[in-house]
């Protein structure tokens, strides 16, 4: 119950307090934003099976690799994509306390 509390804490909290902090001018599309970044979790449909959980995401599906994770790091640094990457690094910070907790 703790992981998974603490799990979609981080997916849907963290986005909206750091559009509040960061983006107050425009907070509530920075979080629509951030939020959608869970859309990532389609990549789940390709694994078999769809849902394991004791599993961890990171490095395991396409777009959770750490070759995507750079690109979300990259997508931070530039101007018209930084809060989108900062959705996904939040994403991936999820799922990454979600490993952790295994």
């Known amino acids: 119950m703790l992981q998974t509390t603490i ?3 981080i997916h849907f909290l963290v986005p909206i307090l750091i559009a509040l902090l960061f983006f107050r001018e425009h907070w509530k599309v920075a979080s629509i934003i951030m ?13 078999n099976p769809i849902f394991d ?3 961890c995401s990171i490095n395991f599906h396409p777009l959770h690799s750490y070759y995507a994770i750079g690109i979300y790091i990259i997508l931070t ?8 990457g900062l959705g996904l690094l939040i994403h991936m ?5 979600d490993c952790l907790m295994m």
């Not at 939020?35 to 694994?47: F, G, K, R, V």
């Not at 640094?77 to 989108?84: D, S």
């Not at 910070?93 to 306390?97: F, G, I, M, Q, R």
């Open 93 to 97: 910070l999820a799922d990454w306390a």
């Open 35 to 47: 939020l959608s970044a869970i859309i990532i979790d389609l990549d789940h449909l390709l694994a």
């Open 7 to 9: 799990h979609y804490s």
């Open 77 to 84: 640094f530039i101007k018209k994509t930084r809060i989108i």
């Open 53 to 55: 959980p004791t599993r």
